[in-house]
């Protein structure tokens, strides 16, 4: 079992960057069994696919409307999940939340079982 909670959000201009953090408690297992994401859902619109990484970090994905402004990583030894942000636009604004599964190489919300509840992060423009 395992429980996730973000952190790191706020009100950054259009052009800035944030850093999310979400930390991992696990149960019966360590946090390198699962591969981890992150998802975002804008108020009014449904939950988008952001990134995701494989266990070990290998094998990374990107949603299409982030791709060269995000990097995801992990640091396995911390049970911690990150995502850098930069060049941000206002359509960035949303609740980020955390994702985990078992699984070996998630790229869909779908793939993934365990949630957090999320952070606020809001771009002016």
């Known amino acids: 079992q395992v429980q996730l909670e973000e952190s790191g959000g706020g009100l950054v201009q259009a052009g800035g960057s944030l850093r999310l953090s979400c930390t991992a408690s696990?149960?019966?297992?360590?946090?390198?069994?699962?591969?981890m994401g992150w998802s975002r859902q804008a108020p009014g619109k449904e939950r988008e696919f952001v990134a995701s990484?494989?266990?070990?970090?290998?094998?990374?994905y990107y949603g299409d409307s982030v791709k060269g402004r995000f990097t995801i990583s992990r640091v396995n030894d911390k049970n911690t999940l990150l995502l850098q942000m930069d060049s941000l636009k206002p359509e960035d604004t949303a609740v980020y939340s955390c994702?985990?599964?078992?699984?070996?190489?998630?790229?869909?919300?779908?793939?993934?079982?365990?949630w957090g509840l999320g952070t606020q992060v809001t771009v002016s423009s």
């Open positions: 994702a985990a599964t078992e699984g070996s190489y998630p790229n869909r919300l779908r793939d993934f079982d365990s």
């Open positions: 696990v149960s019966g297992r360590t946090f390198e069994d699962y591969s």
């Open positions: 990484i494989s266990r070990s970090g290998n094998v990374i």
